[in-house]
């Protein structure tokens, strides 16, 4: 999907975007703050201009992937079966315009066109254990950060949030940096250490088979820690430097790979700290941000009206917009769960008002099943009756509006990276208010892993030398 580049923008031009964006995230806040599964009860058909109704209603999912997403096939050229309300057509040109893109500005090599599930960017070793997204992520960032030390000088990564500490490992004994991982889950923590003891035994192995090849840096282990980091207070075992040694002076780079609502806050708060020199941080699972304290965080989001981002809109920007419109590419009968559970939803109101939006746990293979066999295992699900008499009449009407309730959540998927743009951008100006540098890049494939756009932040200008960040290793 085409976007604006978030690199290099001015400081005006970073506030007047922040502007733009709190201004067309109002004007449409009925869309983005919808809940799909409420599509019949509140009637959100209803409330599109009667034009965009017109010009969306009988669109099949690939129409609309082509039509309102704006994904085309190669070579493809979109063909409207109407002419389509300017309102309409200005929504769709807006969202393209103001949102950050997530296309990486140069060819990645197809890492994964033998394999798809083995890159052949990752040694042997290093892909153990790890999906191929995951690997995808590691080397993407790991060699991003590896040049960012290089650049600014830096002592020691900090790996913040590390899980099983797949990052953090490849840092390490892949690419020669001196790594401490903070992890709050003692058990993830202890999967980790067993996972670097059986890596360090394979690259043993590896190295006695191929005497010849000479190591290219030196090898650490991670340094694992147990510690949770709080939102709002400096950890001190952060900034510990793990060489003790009298003359050295830690200088720290903080990272964190998707690192969960308020800890990706968290990295920004630290990077204040002298000790630390740079940051590198992907950020996830924005409606898990703490209101307030998460967002807003810049002086200048904070002043513009209508900047409140409630938590159905943080929770819509975590959705894969590439993903989704493949999936109306292929037009499978997997689309229907939005219209079924909306047409559950009804039911449930029906027996029992005042409860709404309950999770309903996950229901196997819905595409093959008929919509009352959906609402009865979804009423077992939520503690209601099974065998609550249904209207079928009414149901099999809701299921006629399938392409509706599709063409409903594409707009709001639509719009859902301007979201995501407007809580990056506002992380931008908070670096930038307190004198520091900061871009966001394009880091991984979208299409792997949709929350790809890496916040990188440094305490000088790296001035031409920051164009290496955003170049594909050889």
Known sequence: MPGVSARGLSLEQRRQLAVNLTRVLARYRSIVDAYIIEFFTDNLWGTLPCSWQEAL???????????LLGMPGEGEVVRYRSVWPLSLLALKSTACALAFTRTPGFQTPS???????????????????????????????????????????????VDIGSGQGHLSRFMSLGLGLLVKSIEGDQ????RAQRLDQELLQALEKEEKRHPQVVRASPRYSPHHVVRWVEP?????????????????????????????????????RHFSCP???????????????????????????????????????????????????????????????????AALETVIRGAQPELRRPGVQGIPRVHELKIEEYVRQGLRRVGLD??????????????????????????????????????????????????????????FSPALSPRNLVLVATKRPLGEAFSLLEMEDS
């Open 57 to 67: 209603d009988g669109l099949n999912p690939p129409q609309l992937a082509m039509q």
């Open 187 to 190: 058990r993830l923590v202890q």
């Open 275 to 341: 000790q630390v020199v740079a940051l590198a941080s992907v950020g996830c699972c924005y409606m898990k941000l703490s209101d307030p304290g998460g967002y807003p965080l810049s002086q200048w989001v904070a002043g513009l009206p209508g900047h409140e981002l409630p938590y159905r809109l943080r929770e819509g920007a975590c959705h894969a917009l590439e993903e989704y419109a493949e999936r109306l590419q292929k037009s499978g009968p997997g689309l229907r769960t939005h219209c079924y559970r």
């Open 111 to 157: 890492e994964f066109l033998e394999n798809p599930s083995q890159s052949s960017r990752l040694t042997a070793p290093f892909r153990k254990h790890v999906r191929a997204k995951k690997q995808h992520e590691i080397r993407r960032l790991g060699e991003l950060v590896k040049k960012l030390s290089d650049l600014t000088g830096c002592t020691q990564v």
């Open 386 to 443: 099974p065998q609550l008499p249904l209207n079928l009449a009414a149901l099999q009407a809701h299921q006629a509006q399938e392409n509706r309730v599709v063409a409903f959540f594409s707009l709001a998927l639509l719009l859902a990276p301007l979201v995501e743009t407007l809580i990056l951008l506002d992380r931008l100006l908070y670096v930038q208010e307190q004198g520091f540098y900061a871009e966001l890049l394009p880091i």
């Open 232 to 268: 709002t207070a400096l950890c001190e075992e952060l900034l510990l430097p793990l060489d003790t040694s009298p003359q050295s002076r830690a200088r720290l780079l903080l990272t964190g790979l998707h690192a969960c609502g308020d800890l990706s806050v968290t990295l920004l």
